[in-house]
């Protein structure tokens, strides 16, 4: 595994050869109508359905239900996990992506919060109003995590007294108020005139994009970010630099038991970006490149897929850590494979933060 690792990285800084343009326009075209907005519709149809499942628990609290509600959580992390990498659009309008899911939170603001919240029982900071003003941490998936995850979660929601009346109308708040930004986001992207449409006449005047290939930036915004996330925040930072400084609570939903289910849904997102928007455009001038890009992430992902301990474990286990670490190094490659080999390939800038967008 390690040698291989080796040639994705001499591969990726091999001096690039002379490409043909890239049609932007048409990359563009493919990535958003076979990746973004499928994707999208996937989410608002999971957190519709997570708050049905919400309210139909709260309605009668129960083993079955709880099940059902915990069950459509994850089908909405899940649907999350796999468009969370775009972050231009739609999303970034009223703090959608943070409200979403407040995560990394390096200062727990969402344990802060919720924590007041619940001990406050106070309603009118739930309302879907209150919302859009207040703190972005107790309104997404992290905290529904919190709240549906903690120790002895159903007898709290089965009391029968003030507290568990307010875990339930704090439950339902957040899973309507995530199905109302999913479906505001995917409504966003593909009305008339919508953002779908702002991509498609990108370089006419007075528009957002001045030219297609802003456009094909912002989604390689999205592609590197698949990877830069997993290498540099979802594994480095609950492995620690040692196994005696692993911090396995630094792990995205340990809660939940789900953080390496994340990840390699993530790098599973970025495959399918790459292969729905990218690949033929890099064939078409470089066809060792597309299969050595194509390589490189069925490497990756089967590297995470190879980890079989939840992740908070795995940090503290010596031979897992050594997949993880292994899985580092593989994204990181890809990270440095994307800023040499793919933009020499587009033609496009690198100096920009995926994570933050600049």
């Not at 001499?10 to 109508?33: G, I, M, Q, R, S």
């Not at 200062?107 to 919240?117: C, F, I, P």
């Not at 396995?248 to 390496?260: D, I, K, Q, T």
């Amino acid at each position: 595994m390690i040698r291989k690792t080796a040639l994705v990285l001499a591969l990726a800084l091999a001096a690039p050869a002379a490409h043909a343009a890239a049609d932007y326009a048409a990359l563009n075209k493919a990535a958003v109508e076979t990746h973004v907005i499928p994707r999208y519709r996937t989410l608002e149809q999971s957190t519709a359905a997570l708050n049905d499942a919400a309210r139909e628990f709260c309605a009668a609290p129960g083993d079955a239900r709880y099940q059902a509600l915990t069950d459509a959580f994850h089908d909405s992390v899940d649907a999350w996990q796999q468009i969370q990498h775009v972050r231009f659009g739609p999303v970034e309008l009223f703090m959608r992506s943070m409200r979403l899911a407040f995560w990394p939170d390096p200062r727990n603001s969402a344990g802060k919060q919720l924590g007041e919240l619940l001990a406050s029982r106070d309603e009118g900071q739930i309302t879907q109003d209150a919302f859009q003003s207040s703190g972005v941490a107790v309104q997404g998936f992290p905290a529904l995590e919190r709240v549906l995850f903690e120790e002895q979660a159903l007898a709290k929601f089965s009391a029968s007294n003030a507290d568990s009346a307010f875990r339930c109308k704090l439950v339902t708040a957040i899973s309507q108020n995530l199905a109302d930004m999913a479906k505001d986001i995917r409504g966003d992207w593909t009305k008339p005139e919508g953002f779908a449409h702002t991509v498609a006449i990108a370089g006419t005047p007075n528009t957002h994009y001045q030219e297609p290939k802003e456009a094909t930036l912002d989604l390689f915004k999205s592609l590197y970010g698949t990877v830069e996330i997993v290498a540099d925040h979802k594994i480095a930072r609950p492995l620690g630099a040692s196994l005696d400084k692993a911090r396995p609570r630094l792990a995205e939903s340990w809660r939940s038991a789900r953080s390496m289910r994340n990840v390699v849904l993530n790098l599973e997102a970025g495959q399918a970006l790459y292969l729905d928007g990218f690949s033929a455009a890099v064939a078409a001038s470089d066809k060792k490149l597309d299969d050595l890009f194509r390589r490189a992430f069925t490497q990756t992902i089967a590297t995470a897929n190879s980890v079989s301990l939840p992740l908070e474990q795995a940090v503290e286990d010596k031979a897992a850590r050594a997949t993880l670490q292994q899985l580092v190094k593989e994204a990181s490659a890809m990270k440095q494979l994307f800023t040499q080999r793919l933009t020499a390939v587009l033609d496009i800038p690198v100096g920009f933060n995926a994570m933050d967008g600049d």
